[in-house]
């Protein structure tokens, strides 16, 4: 009878630790099979980095589906790639920065450009008419220990970019879309309307129309819920032009405000400078 006993607890012991096993493998084979994400900071200010960290509740759910195999703003370990999709926050402005990205291009799936300066290059393209040297030469003691280039650019001139999710700084509820899709192989649903619908929607009355306040709300693209103008204050394009942009008719509209040339050439020259719609439409006023 104590053998019996014996041996029914060596068997349970070994269908416990079996168990045990199986649920380790399991475990593993499920992290192994989670897609990789890697977030890539280039020429910024880090503040779309922040606008995934700021999801908060969200997060946690992205974190659970996801392996966050190289995020240097939210953790110190770093996983080799390749990685399923690799979002890109940031311009090129530096000789390093520009074969950086081609590494960061082999290594990525797909490659998802986040903000303004990633998509147009940013305030920092402001050198982009200009002469960098003077910038240099007025701010840096040493100008010459600065190693630039004369232009800052957005990724897609340098990569082929998958997607590009514009704003300075971005949407987090547009950027976990844009996760969602690729993580589940489908397009991402961005809104390509225009700030102008989101004053619509809100009930807010045109700034431009009722007070005299130029407004780039026509031609750019929504994602701030028309901030800006629910404060009586002119939309300043974070968000970049939208999709078939009318600027022209809008710096015809600003003329008829009373605005000079070089006050319209600086309204289209803000966060998203160098983005076409909005550089050509100052060039043409300058």
């Keep these: 009878m ?4 014996f041996a029914k607890t060596v068997l349970f012991s070994v269908t416990i630790k079996y168990k045990i096993f199986l649920e380790k493998e399991s475990s593993d084979m499920t992290k192994k099979s989670k897609p990789k994400l890697a977030v890539w900071k280039f020429a910024s200010c880090d503040g779309c980095q ?3 960290l700021d999801c908060e509740d969200e997060l946690l759910s992205v974190a659970g ?6 995020f240097p703003e939210a953790s110190r370990a770093v996983a080799k790639g390749p990685y399923d999709l690799s979002l890109v926050e940031g311009s090129i402005t530096t000789p390093h920065d520009a074969e950086r990205i081609h590494k960061v291009r082999r290594q990525s799936k797909f490659l998802v450009t986040i903000g303004a300066c990633a998509t147009s290059g940013g ?7 200009k002469d ?3 910038y240099t030469n007025m701010v840096y003691a ?7 280039l004369s232009t800052s650019t957005p990724i897609s001139n340098h990569v082929y970019v998958d997607f590009e999710l514009r704003g300075c700084p971005i949407n987090k509820y547009q950027l976990l879309e844009v996760i969602s899709a690729y993580l589940n192989n489908r397009k991402p649903n961005i809104s390509p309307h225009s700030v102008c619908i989101d004053c619509k929607r809100r009930s807010t009355v045109c700034v431009m129309v009722a007070k005299n306040i130029p407004c780039l709300g026509p031609v750019t693209h929504t994602g701030c819920d028309a901030l800006c103008p629910s404060y009586d204050r002119g939309c300043f394009g974070c968000y970049g032009p939208k999709e078939s942009t009318n600027t022209g008719s809008l710096a015809e509209w600003f003329s008829s405000l009373g605005m000079k040339s070089d006050e319209i050439m600086r309204t ?4 998203n400078a160098y983005a076409d719609a909005f550089r050509k439409e100052s060039e043409a006023h300058e």
């Design 2 to 5: 104590e053998r019996n006993l």
């Design 50 to 52: 922040l606008s995934l």
């Design 65 to 70: 589906a996801i392996d966050i195999a190289n």
């Design 123 to 129: 305030i920092q393209a402001l050198r982009n008419f």
């Design 132 to 134: 960098v040297r003077e």
């Design 142 to 148: 040493n100008p010459k220990f600065i190693d630039t």
């Design 268 to 271: 289209f020259r803000g966060l």
